[in-house]
């Protein structure tokens, strides 16, 4: 299939979901997650429309790079490294994955503009996924706060959700990021507007927009598996 194919039946679905639950289609942003496919495949992705791609290890995020440059929006989606900062952070735009102090530290350092940060919860509380736990996020926003770090902006929340087509199971992930969201917003902390919600991927995008999202991370159902 070709990408602009699969945007245009993805635009229908995020169209039809939004009329649903009263939203403004205009809020949502795709990002197309290119860590499975070729650079030619990435760039098909960007003649079709879409401004915004996604890497989720470092190594990948560089090799698109050195071909597309800074013509996309970069997002780096990943776990990362500490010691890999300094490879992508002159280079993304967005970071979905920051999760500990020592991260943050290191943004902080190696960064020469602020960049915009997700901060990633592990909300369903599944041993295999990445993120702060809930009940983690408060003391780490505070102790991040307190550290007063220029360069970080807490633009949002990122959580992946179980694979499950329970879509019960879906609705409460993405329900806790939005209420912990609210959590973090009643702070009032300055450089953390904490607006966005990094929320939804091939499998559970329609619902991730019904509780809130406004970034979807989409590999699978845009680009495709392959190389
Ligand atoms: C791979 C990946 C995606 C995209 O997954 P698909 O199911 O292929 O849409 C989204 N977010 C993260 C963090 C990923 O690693």
Known sequence: MKVIDNLASIQDKITETCRKCGRDPKEITIIAVTKYVSVERAKE?????ILHLGENRDDGLLHKYEELGDR???????????????????????????DRLSLAKEIQKRADKPIKCFL?????????KHGLAPDELIPFVKELHEANYDKIIVQGLMTMAPFTKDEEVLRSCFKGLKKLQGHIQDLGFSNMPCSELSMGMSNDYPI????????IRIGTALVGEES
């Open 120 to 128: 990633q919860v592990n909300v369903s509380g599944e041993e295999s």
């Open 45 to 49: 992705a960007l003649e079709a429309g």
């Open 208 to 215: 991730a927009i019904e509780e809130g999202a406004t970034m």
């Open 72 to 98: 996309p929006i970069w997002h780096f989606i990943g776990s990362l490294q500490t010691r890999k900062v300094k490879n992508i952070i002159d280079k993304v735009d967005y970071i979905h994955s920051l």
